[in-house]
């Protein structure tokens, strides 16, 4: 390549880092921003009625893990932050295998229609992005509650005589994200297996493999990448859910994401509140580390 070739080049090169200066700047105000700020209030002392005092202080880190007793000073676990950090990362976690679980055979469905009919099958799966999340959330309550429409089925035919306890338990919220965030699972799927070369399949047949066996080795290590976006954009939402857990959790099935409100809201502990949000924000930094992993695996892996 000529020195003139690699001027051009570095020129080019130049002029599309300034045109995108205006973006990479609103995004760095609008999105760092914000995290910078919920990382010096986890250093700052509770104001006495919210906000912060300036004066520096670790009490936001410390009562992630541990509490003081108000009468004594004694230091013990936080049972309480622990087991709803806990309940948030199960609950993501059963939410992400269950979509999976379910969504893996959709998409394989959609995928293998005739292209009109995989159409009709996509547009049915977007239908609920139109709605808002408050209104789906309300209706899967109208459903599980104890006069919904699930227990008026069951005490209907007989197979209840007293109608099943769903709602404000575990239950009740692993079934409302699991709603909500189905097509987030279906659609990257979709994408994945809808490059899949159906011949591997009849190539996998040929060689006496079970279909277990084609799944396990042809599906899914080609359609990883799919499993792996879906898996993300299912589990990151889900980890720092608010809406659902309100509704369908009430006040006894907190998650991490209504913690961190309630800290902001009546605990009046800004510093805690921030100190937590850092640690869900670490956690979903992780989480994306593991999919660019296992997605840089899985394109070397394959070509």
């Keep these: 390549m000529s020195a003139r070739e690699q001027r051009r080049i570095a020129a080019e090169a130049r002029a599309g880092w300034l045109l995108s200066l205006p973006a990479l700047l609103l995004l760095a105000v609008a999105a760092s921003g914000p995290l910078l700020i919920m990382l010096v209030y986890s250093f700052l002392e509770p104001g006495q009625y919210g906000n912060v005092e300036w004066r520096f202080s670790w009490d936001g880190w410390f009562g992630t893990l ?49 292209p009109r009919a995989r159409a009709m099958w996509l547009f049915l799966i977007t239908i609920p992005f139109w709605t808002n999340l408050l209104i789906r959330t309300v209706a899967i309550n109208e459903i599980i509650r104890t006069e919904g429409l699930i227990n008026k089925v069951l005490l209907g035919i007989g197979l209840r005589t007293t109608p099943l306890d769903m709602l404000y338990s575990d239950f009740a ?83 991490i994401g209504n913690f961190i409100e309630l800290q902001f809201g009546q605990g009046r502990n800004w510093p805690l509140g921030a100190a937590l949000s850092v640690i869900l924000l670490v956690i979903v930094m992780a989480a994306l580390l593991i999919y660019v992993r296992a997605a840089n695996r899985g394109t070397s892996s394959h070509g």
Excluded: C
Aim: no cysteine.
């Design 66 to 114: 541990f509490s003081r007793d108000i009468f004594d000073g004694t230091v013990q676990l936080a049972d309480a932050h622990l087991t709803i950090l806990w309940r948030s990362v199960k609950l993501a976690l059963q939410t992400t295998l269950f979509t999976f679980v379910v969504g893996f055979p959709t998409a394989w469905f959609i995928a293998t229609r005739p």
């Design 173 to 255: 919220v692993f079934v409302g994200m699991t709603y909500v965030y189905l097509p987030l699972m279906v659609l990257p799927l979709f994408a994945a297996i809808d490059r899949f070369d159906m011949r591997l399949l009849e190539a996998g047949y040929d060689l006496y493999a079970s279909r277990w066996k084609v799944l396990r080795r042809v599906i899914l290590p080609i359609v990883r990448p799919g499993i792996v976006a879906g898996s993300i954009l299912v589990f990151v939402p889900a980890l720092g859910a608010y809406v659902t857990p309100r509704i369908l959790g009430g006040g006894k099935n907190m998650m």
